[in-house]
């Protein structure tokens, strides 16, 4: 009767065995989604995040800068367009700039697409939209 229970027993656990590599896999393609989710996200939010302190910055910078033959508005676009190349905002940017009297206002707009699932299967579309104003 033992011998009978013993290989009952190694039967159902061989069943279980599988089950649990079947979970062990599922568990590590969920992992590996989500470590290139945030491979992918993480560094493109730093870099709009950083844009945007840049932009504040700029903005002020600006405004402190002697005036000379070019607007002040342009200054700024050229400003926001070279902090734009190193912190990977695209090239279709919207970027709105208007001064008045002492004051610039500098609005920028743009759609970045960002990779979360593996393989281009599911694109993040991050809309940025931020206004600076000194």
Known sequence: MKKQEKR??????????GGTKMYAIVALVVLFV????GYNYLPAIYQCENFKSELKSATMRVLAMPHGQESLADKL??????????????????????????????????????????????????????????
């Open 8 to 17: 009952m027993r190694t039967i159902s656990d061989l069943n279980q065995l």
């Open 34 to 37: 989500m470590v290139h989710a």
């Open 77 to 134: 676009k050229k400003q926001i367009r070279t902090a734009g190349n190193e912190n990977g905002v695209t090239a279709n940017a919207v970027i709105e700039v208007t001064e008045t009297n002492n004051s610039l206002k500098a609005h920028v707009r743009f759609i970045r697409e960002i990779d979360i699932l593996p393989f281009g299967l599911y694109r993040y579309h991050y809309q940025f939209d931020d206004t600076a104003t000194a």
